[in-house]
């Protein structure tokens, strides 16, 4: 059995790989020079490496919603909407979720 290929990241690519812990948007690093400094490459190529080398992937619609939106905001949409309110936070996201695909459905 063969060893996995391994290398190691210089740490402005781990730096980098964590602010997407958090949610952060591959977009929101266009054009922005402290990165590129400490990157020595722009970071949307470095990100696009990322997503390509398979290290970086696109989260679930859930997992984004959820880390974008503090529960106060979800209830906040779900009241605008006429929808229950009550719930875990993982319920408040799924039943935000839910509600908008439908809406997009009947629109089509």
């Known amino acids: 059995m063969s060893e996995p290929t391994s290398y190691l990241l210089p740490a402005a690519y781990l730096l980098l790989l964590s602010k997407f812990r958090k949610g ?3 977009a929101g690093y266009r ?3 402290h990165w590129e400094a ?4 722009k970071p949307e190529t470095v990100i696009k490496q990322l997503f390509d080398e398979g290290i970086l992937e696109r989260g679930e619609l859930p997992d984004l919603v959820n880390y974008k939106f503090r529960a106060t905001d979800l209830k906040l949409m779900l009241k605008e909407r006429g929808l229950k309110v ?5 319920e408040l996201v799924q039943r935000l979720i839910d ?3 439908k809406a997009m459905m009947a629109c089509s």
């Open 24 to 26: 952060d948007s591959p």
């Open 31 to 33: 054009g922005v020079s």
């Open 38 to 41: 400490a990157l020595q490459e």
């Open 86 to 90: 009550s719930g875990r936070k993982a």
């Open 99 to 101: 509600n908008s695909l």
